[in-house]
């Protein structure tokens, strides 16, 4: 079987073509529309799999949003332009003539990244720290996606009561403070305006404003993953995004993290499949859920 994978991320849209033995072929990258509008995303969905569609026996999507019964729902709009929902199964399903699956991009990253662990450990947390915070969990073995698809929606938790209002309508998540548009929307003065990417930049070069803000994500993100450690009694975290991969930040995690109690640290190792965590949980689940008609489409 052969998947058209799609990864629907705040910032970018990425497709590939997954084979059986999960080698990414012809993978295309386009930037996510910045527009309130349905038709916007809808355009770059047509174009990113036109190339892609013909060799494919079904599309597995993962995308940011809650993913319930195949239409997307922003739990943070700003994170797509202010679009607050979308029926991403029926235009996936017109566009590429396919039968296939739609999933939220962290809980399927989770699934990849749980499968790749190839241990004897049953009970994982996956988090993307990108353009927000998402997460997913692997719980006895099991992907929680909930019956309304929101399970693993971590960076909606509170970091801090008093910390800056999330697009969600939440004070102080963890993602208005450590996610990509959170770092960018605390940065001020000379780096006013700047991408998370811009800012990790100006830290390598010795930036101070900017080493405090990415700090204070990478704390936050530790704070998070103690709390999840007594939440479910997992045995590894896998960070994976652009920033939770970003060189010298899981060090940046794991020294706040060690300053724990012991029973409050966990193993953290970055997504062995980086940034095709998404693509590969998806398409995994398309051939796992496909071949016995699927609960996630
Ligand atoms: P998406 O959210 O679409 O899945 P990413 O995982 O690439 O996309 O996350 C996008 C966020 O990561 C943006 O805030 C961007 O500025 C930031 N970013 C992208 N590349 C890097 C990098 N090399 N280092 C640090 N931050 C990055
Ligand atoms: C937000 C939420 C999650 C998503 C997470 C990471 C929206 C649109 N998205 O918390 O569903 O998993 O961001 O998304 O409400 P990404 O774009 O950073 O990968
Ligand atoms: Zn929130």
Redesign the pocket.
Known sequence: MRTLAIDI???KLAAALVDDTLNIFARREIPTPGSRTSEALEGALSNLVAPLKGHADCFAAAS???IRHGVLT????A??GGLEKFPLFRVLNRLTGLPGITL???QAAAWAEYNALGSNIRDMVFI?V??????GIVSNGELLTGPGGLAG?L??MIADPCGPLCG?GRKGCV?AIA??RGIAAAAQYELEGLTAKSIFAHAATGNIQANTLIQRSAECIATLIADLRIITDCQKIVLG?SIGLAPGYINRVCDVLNKEPDIYNVSVSPASYRNNAGIIGAALLAEKMIKKASPYK
């Open positions: 991320g705040g910032t940011t949003g809650i922003a739990l943070n709009p994170n797509l939220n991009d962290a993307t990108s353009t927000g915070v998402g997460g929606h960076g909606h969600c993602e996610s990509g995004g």
